[in-house]
């Protein structure tokens, strides 16, 4: 029997790594997954107020940590600069 991963690993084939700068010009429209690489890991992250990090490791082949992030839209109606 074979045992299914809930999270996909970093690095597994079909899983995408995004850049800070790649998550801060995305437009969430509905709940997203993705892997965030953080290269400066001092400096803030500029996730929403919603947004979770349910996971993180530290990769040493690439100086850099990997945060397992799930980014929720905002609700209609709401603006992100109040």
Do not use: C, Y
């Not at 919603?50 to 940590?65: A, G, I, M, P, Y």
Request: aromatic share 4%; net charge negative; proline share 10%.
């Amino acid at each position: 029997m074979e045992r299914h991963d809930p999270q996909p690993g970093v690095g597994e084939p079909g899983v995408e790594t995004q850049t800070v700068e790649d998550i801060a010009e995305m437009e969430i429209t509905e709940p997203t997954l993705t892997w965030l690489e953080v290269s400066h890991p001092q400096q803030p992250i500029p996730i929403g107020e919603k947004d979770r990090v349910l996971d993180s490791t530290f990769n040493e082949q690439h100086d850099v940590w990997e945060v397992l992030l799930i980014a929720i839209p905002n609700e209609e109606g709401e603006s992100e600069e109040e």
